[in-house]
C-alpha cells in the first residue's frame, strides 16, 4: 500500500480531508484534550487491568477504585496543569505559533448579522478582551479542571455510595462457616 500512496493521485476530497485532520491536530486545544484523555487513560489502564483480574475480590477492587479516584485528584491541581499545557505545547515543532491560537474562528462565525439588532441576543457575561487575556495566559485552563471535576465526580457517583455496602459483602464473602462452629457450641 506504501507503494499506491507514493505513486497514485488522490482526490481532491481525501486531500481536504487530510488538510482539515492535520489543522485540527496542531490545534493546541486539540492537543491539550489528547494529553489530559492520555494522563487518564493511562491512569485507569493498571486498574482496568487489576479489576479484570480473576483473584480480584470486592476488597481490592474497593482500593483500586479509591487509588484511581485518588490519582485523578492528584491531577486536579495548577502544577500537574502547567505540566499538562507544556506536553501538548511540545507535541510538535510547529514555529509558525499558529497552532498556539485557541481556535481558527473567521469573522463571519462572530459577527452578529445586522437583522438580529431587532431580537434580544445573549452574549458571555465577561468582556471579550478581558476573556482573550485570560485565555492567553492559561489557556484551556477551565476546561482541563472542568474535566477532571466531571471524572472525579462519577468515580464518586458510582463508587462512594455503594462503599459500606460492598465492604459489607467482601466481609461475607471471605467468611468461613466452619470457623464459625465452635462459636456455635459455646
Do not use: W
Amino acid at each position: 500500500t506504501l507503494k499506491e500512496i507514493k505513486n497514485g493521485r488522490f482526490n481532491g476530497d481525501d486531500v481536504a480531508k487530510s488538510i482539515g485532520i492535520k489543522k485540527v491536530m496542531l490545534d493546541l486545544e486539540f492537543r491539550m484534550a489528547m494529553v489530559v484523555a492520555k494522563k487518564v487513560l493511562s491512569t485507569l489502564q493498571p486498574a482496568d487491568a487489576a479489576l479484570q483480574a480473576r483473584s480480584a475480590g470486592l476488597k481490592d477492587a474497593i482500593t483500586i477504585i479509591k487509588c484511581v479516584k485518588d490519582e485523578i485528584i492528584k491531577l486536579r491541581s495548577n502544577e500537574m496543569y502547567n505540566q499538562t499545557l507544556e506536553e501538548a505545547k511540545s507535541l510538535t515543532s510547529d514555529d509558525s505559533g499558529e497552532s498556539e491560537n485557541r481556535t481558527h474562528v473567521s469573522k463571519r462565525q462572530v459577527k452578529k448579522p445586522n437583522r438580529m439588532n431587532d431580537y434580544l441576543t445573549y452574549g458571555p457575561s465577561c468582556s471579550s478582551a478581558k476573556q482573550n487575556i485570560e485565555e492567553n495566559d492559561e489557556p484551556f485552563k477551565s476546561e482541563y479542571f472542568e474535566t477532571l471535576d466531571i471524572l472525579i465526580a462519577e468515580l464518586k457517583r458510582r463508587f462512594s455510595d455503594n462503599d459500606d455496602l460492598i465492604n459489607s459483602i467482601a466481609s461475607l464473602d471471605e467468611l468461613d462457616v466452619d470457623k464459625m462452629v465452635p462459636l456455635k457450641k459455646m
